[in-house]
């Protein structure tokens, strides 16, 4: 995973960017509503939360999705893969492999390079072939080498706080209205326009921090596989199999109109595109007998739904 050194300098100066930019709006509307003292507080809190506690996130994440691990013994093939991959990427630690009980075909990791996990979910075994799934599980890799799951924590926190830093200077703001409309009070006429915006512009420099690590993990597994014709093709498989559900849940027939600014992850047609454009690197993929075992299952997943830790699977 060695990109040229301008893909690397125009990745990391877009990086700091958008969350300098997140940083200095989370730092005002804060600022504004608890006053400079609590706001180093609450950052000096926030910091050392991301840094200290990424465990306990990810147990009480695990336990929610119900994932259990996958041992060597139960996915052969899979471990066999991901220590492949593993080797190429240059971890110091291959991540755990965890199974999560549900037929959504989905993947997602956590955790830093040193001590991170990949779940994937019954579903997505049952639908990739190898070669689409080496793909899925080098993008997952990639986000693990490039601490893209740690960056995007930090993102959300500065999201989550001007959220409700907005959301109590409103109520502040209702509360002291008969002082304001009788002049005993006065406030800047654009406090209520931060107040009212800020949520909406981190949620868009969030959504493009999130679009950029994407391209970039999907164009790190491509190196990674020499295959980017794979991941291609398991994008284009879970963007059908996934549009399905969500129809049958609510416009039966019908493909949701869903507004590509709102999108968390970038079009998948544009990330296919992307991909193709690549070169192809032949027998890079393990050639290995790669047939996926799939790992028992203590019952057969159900139906996806809402569970009472607030998931969907």
């Not at 893969?81 to 190429?88: E, I």
């Not at 755990?96 to 040193?114: C, D, K, T």
């Not at 893209?148 to 926190?157: F, I, R, T």
Request: glycine content about 6%; hydrophobic content about 50%; aromatic content about 6%.
């Amino acid at each position: 995973m060695t990109p040229n050194l301008a893909h690397r300098l125009t990745n990391l100066a877009q990086t700091v960017l958008i969350l300098a930019g997140m940083a200095g709006i989370a730092w005002a509307v804060v600022g504004l509503v608890a006053g400079p003292d609590l706001t180093l507080i609450l950052v000096a809190s926030t910091l050392a939360g991301l840094l200290l506690a990424p465990s306990v996130s990810r147990g009480l994440l695990l336990r929610g999705y119900r994932a259990r691990p996958l041992r060597p013994q139960d996915w052969p093939a899979g471990h066999a893969l991901l220590r492949d991959l593993v080797a190429r990427a240059g971890l110091p630690r291959a991540p755990e492999l965890w199974y999560v009980p549900s037929r959504i075909p989905n993947a997602f990791a956590m955790g830093r390079p040193e001590d991170s996990v990949i779940c994937v979910t019954d579903g997505l075994i049952r639908l990739l072939s190898p070669r689409e799934m080496a793909g899925v599980l080098a993008h997952e890799i990639a986000h693990v080498a490039n601490r893209d799951l740690w960056l995007m924590g930090l993102a959300d926190a500065m999201s989550r706080a001007v959220s409700l830093a907005s959301w109590l200077g409103q109520m502040l703001l209702l509360v002291n209205l008969p002082l304001l409309i009788a002049g005993v009070a006065t406030i800047p006429w654009t406090l209520p326009l931060v107040l009212a915006f800020s949520p909406t512009i981190m949620a868009l420099l969030q959504l493009a921090l999130s679009r950029q690590r994407e391209y970039d993990a999907d164009r790190a597994a491509a190196e990674l596989t020499g295959d980017p014709a794979g991941l291609a093709s398991a994008l284009a498989k879970l963007e059908r199999r996934t549009g399905r559900f969500w129809e049958e849940m609510f416009l039966p027939g019908r493909r949701i109109p869903e507004p590509s600014l709102l999108r968390t992850h970038p079009p998948t047609e544009e990330r296919i595109a992307r991909l193709r454009a690549l070169r192809q690197v032949p027998h890079r993929v393990a050639a290995d007998p790669l047939t996926l075992h799939l790992p028992p299952a203590s019952a057969p997943p159900s139906p996806p739904r809402f569970h009472r830790s607030g998931l969907w699977f």
